[in-house]
């Protein structure tokens, strides 16, 4: 069974960084790419980056282009989320995912497995 736990989230004030993690566990981490996904209160969730099974491939949503980094270390079943001049308009619950695909992909039907979230809560 697929078991991916974030950790990391917490207050942080406006231009400030937050650095998620998502450990991995139940099958093989570095067959399937991986992705963030991030839902705000009384909005959808939606897709906020994603890597594909390697790490070479990346996509980011254009709210966070330049300023977030999405990594994974396949020898330790992690993937990370490097957040960088955070905005109070960042504060979400963010999800780690794993897609069935090695491909990198950006649609929320792809991504199979989740975790249970944490808080990103960015201060004006």
């Known amino acids: 069974q697929v078991q991916l736990v974030e950790s990391g989230g917490g207050l942080v004030q406006a231009g400030g960084s937050l650095r998620l993690s998502c450990a991995a566990s139940?099958?093989?981490?570095?067959?399937?790419?991986m992705g963030w996904f991030r839902q705000a209160l009384g909005k959808e969730r939606e897709f906020v980056a994603g890597?594909?099974?390697?790490?070479?491939?990346?996509i980011y949503v254009d709210s966070v282009k330049g300023r977030f980094t999405i990594s994974r270390d396949n020898a330790k079943s992690t993937l990370y989320l490097q957040m960088n001049s955070l905005k109070p308009e960042d504060t979400a619950v963010y999800y780690c995912?794993?897609?069935?695909?090695?491909?990198?992909?950006?649609?929320?039907?792809?991504?199979?497995?989740w975790g249970q979230g944490t808080q990103v809560t960015v201060s004006s």
């Open positions: 890597i594909g099974w390697i790490g070479r491939n990346t």
């Open positions: 995912a794993q897609s069935s695909y090695p491909g990198v992909v950006d649609t929320t039907t792809a991504y199979h497995y």
């Open positions: 139940g099958r093989t981490f570095a067959m399937y790419a």
